[in-house]
């Protein structure tokens, strides 16, 4: 049973870790309803490291270039400078005050309010006619980049959503939503490494050889879904936008609220 909860909760993360629905709100909310609880939801923060390779994996030939690139192009420098910058709130908040974020905000009850908040959010958004100024990430700016990595930091709240936070606060910024999610996508690739690597170092002492072996099939479950919906959710949000993921968080956050009046 151990095995088959872990599954469920890696093909959650990696399916939802890039599209604005909350990642860490749906591992919450279903790991309470089917009993599945780590301690300092280590299993649920380690298992990132799947969904951070599958980008990685996707985005492999155009971070090459972007790496080879450095020495001579003033463009990628600055795009991976701001790239840091948007990084850096999110590192020092999670760095100084993530025990006590996960103590008192990693709520069932906080999660199923936030992912109702933020579909009613990404629905006004989707109908707001906003003005776009950038088409291609590597022409935000810097200011830009650290104005979205604060929106970012409000993800620190389960539920909220890192890619939606990071999105609504670049379409705000002026970039269309195709190349909004993709400097999400980037973005993630620091931050998750991040929390992934602070996890491991407050935990690690506490990992059982079992605890190692759900982790391991964890990752490899979330690499798979994550790789997936990497692939095909840039071209979606270019032509749909963000009703569908808008409503799949009204709907899950209202039979959150459902299912813990019911069963608590």
């Known amino acids: 049973m151990g095995i088959a909860k872990a599954v469920v909760l890696a093909v959650v993360e990696g399916a939802t870790e890039f599209i604005p629905v909350s990642s860490t709100g749906h591992q919450l909310l279903v790991g309470h309803f089917i009993g599945f609880q780590s301690p300092n939801n280590t299993f649920e923060v380690l298992i990132q490291l799947g969904a951070i390779l599958a980008i990685l994996a996707v985005y492999f030939r155009r ?17 991976v400078a701001g790239i840091l910058l948007a990084f850096l709130p999110a590192a020092i908040i ?5 025990k006590y974020i996960k103590f008192y905000l990693f709520n069932p009850w906080i999660v199923c309010a936030t992912l109702v908040a933020g579909g009613l959010v ?8 906003l003005e776009v100024k950038k088409r291609d990430v590597f022409d935000f700016t810097l200011p830009m980049d650290l104005k979205i990595g604060l929106f970012q930091c409000l993800a620190m709240i389960p539920g909220v959503s890192r890619s939606g936070a990071t999105i609504v606060g670049a379409m705000l910024m002026g970039a ?3 190349s909004a999610t993709e400097f999400s996508f980037y973005l993630a ?14 935990n690690y002492k506490n990992l059982s050889r ?3 072996g759900l982790i391991v099939i964890g990752f490899i479950v979330a690499f798979i879904s994550a790789f997936i919906v990497v692939r095909t959710v840039l071209d979606y949000v270019a032509s749909h936008g963000f009703r569908l993921f808008a409503w799949w968080r009204i709907i899950v956050g209202s039979l959150g609220f ?5 069963f608590g």
């Open 210 to 212: 079992d605890d190692t």
């Open 122 to 129: 990404l629905l006004v958004l989707d109908d707001t006619d």
């Open 94 to 98: 999670g760095g100084l005050f993530s």
């Open 189 to 202: 690739i620091p931050t998750m490494a991040g929390a992934f690597a602070k996890d491991l170092l407050d």
């Open 258 to 262: 459902a299912g813990l009046i019911i």
């Open 176 to 178: 269309d939503k195709r």
């Open 63 to 79: 971070l090459l270039g972007i790496t080879l690139a450095l020495p001579n192009d003033p463009r990628a420098r600055r795009f």
